[in-house]
């Protein structure tokens, strides 16, 4: 079982198809539904069981897709990645 991370992916197709921008609207939509719901970056890293500060560094652009998508399903949305 291998997982691939944004490292794997070479620089040159990161930006053809547009994965830095991709994943900072990924991260903007975590914090406006964290800031919507009205909790703190240590609230949401209590009710998630994380490190705060694995969350705040998400939160200041530091992807990381697991977290991401542990996120957005706390909010009952959910994250799709499609091949096509």
Known sequence: NSI????????????AYGLEE?????????VQLR?????SV???????DLDRRKLHSFEKGK?????ANIILEYYGKQLKIEII
């Open 4 to 15: 691939m991370t944004i490292k794997d992916v070479p620089k040159d197709v990161q930006l």
């Open 22 to 30: 991709s994943q900072y609207m990924i991260i903007q939509k975590c």
């Open 35 to 39: 800031k919507d719901a009205k909790e």
């Open 42 to 48: 240590v609230e949401l890293s209590k009710w998630l």
């Open 63 to 67: 992807f990381n897709f697991d977290l």
